[in-house]
């Protein structure tokens, strides 16, 4: 039997250093792995997400990126997105000049701009556009939030609902009064998957807003109640859209009709603290931080 060896690159995504943020796996010359190996591939890495830079087929698009969690195939996601392009531009694959240049990106849902910064030769910052935001529905059951997520029902955010937006995959979003709340979570798995069938989607997410912070601020937590993906997130792009959607929507940070610049902060409960830049105006939606190489390897498929 013949077999090929198939380069990747490991990024920590949205952190300034190796061993925070999220980890990715990026193959950069992915044509002709087949979309069958591609999800074999995925569960052999165990991460959260695993991209697959192919041929775009879209017109105006650079590249086309196919993400992979361990068991199904994403039509969008954050941290995959943004790592994928700042692994690209660090290793000369995509020629971003000193200052910021923008690229199309084919992903699932369409073709989307991503910005990358670059400064001294370094790629410092790489953020892309979300869709724009779709909201509803709400859950109007709060016990069965507090259930799912183990805390007590004063827990919650009394002010605010907890609601499912979809700036490119839909999360349930679910607001707690304190960042005690949130560190404290502990998800009951049949509560989960009962909150599931009522939000329509098993992508859920608490957070609260941080008091303190230089800037607007939320302290979030992907809400892990699977068996088969590797565990808790520790920084989930898509779900800072949404978040930042949210927040804007309900007036979180001042004026909801205003542009909002907020930080989310993510990961130190997971120990890999990260942090990500969020920046809502109306429907345009983006996302973006820093990553850096953390190695580079190859699989050999058969």
């Known amino acids: 039997m013949s077999s090929r060896e198939a380069r990747y690159l490991r990024v920590d995504v949205f952190t300034d250093r190796v061993f925070g943020g999220n980890p990715l796996a990026v193959f950069p010359d992915a044509d002709g792995i087949d979309g069958a190996t591609m999800q074999a591939i995925a569960r052999e890495m165990n991460l959260s997400e695993t991209v697959f830079c192919v041929r775009p087929s879209a017109p105006g698009a650079s590249f086309r990126f196919r993400i992979f969690t361990v068991d199904r195939e994403l039509p969008l996601a954050g941290h995959p997105t943004v790592g994928s392009v ?58 069965l939030v507090g259930a799912a997520l183990g805390v007590p029902g004063d827990a919650l955010a009394p002010d605010l609902p907890a609601e ?37 989607t098993d992508l859920m997410h608490a957070f609260c807003r941080a008091p303190e912070r230089p800037v607007p601020t939320l302290r979030t937590r992907h809400v892990f109640f699977g068996t088969v993906t590797p565990g808790e997130d520790p920084a989930t792009g898509s779900a800072a859209g949404c978040l930042g959607a949210f927040a804007a929507r309900h007036g979180l940070f001042g004026d909801d009709r205003a542009p909002l610049t907020l930080r989310v902060e993510q990961g130190a409960d997971v120990g890999r603290p990260s942090r990500v830049d969020v920046t809502v105006a109306g429907d345009l939606v983006e996302v973006g931080g820093a990553s850096v190489l953390a190695g580079e390897g190859w699989l050999r498929i058969d």
């Open 86 to 143: 700042f692994a690209l531009a660090a290793t000369g694959r995509l020629a971003a000049t000193e200052g910021s240049t923008v690229v199309q990106v084919e992903l699932g849902v369409g073709v989307i701009p991503v910005r990358v910064d670059v400064r001294d030769g370094d790629v410092v910052h790489v953020q892309m556009t979300q869709r724009a935001p779709r909201f509803g529905p709400e859950v109007v059951d709060r016990e």
């Open 164 to 200: 499912v937006v979809d700036t490119g995959i839909p999360w349930l979003l679910m607001p707690l009064a304190t960042e005690e709340a949130v560190a404290s979570l502990r998800p009951d798995p049949a509560a989960c998957r009962e909150l599931t069938g009522v939000a329509g």
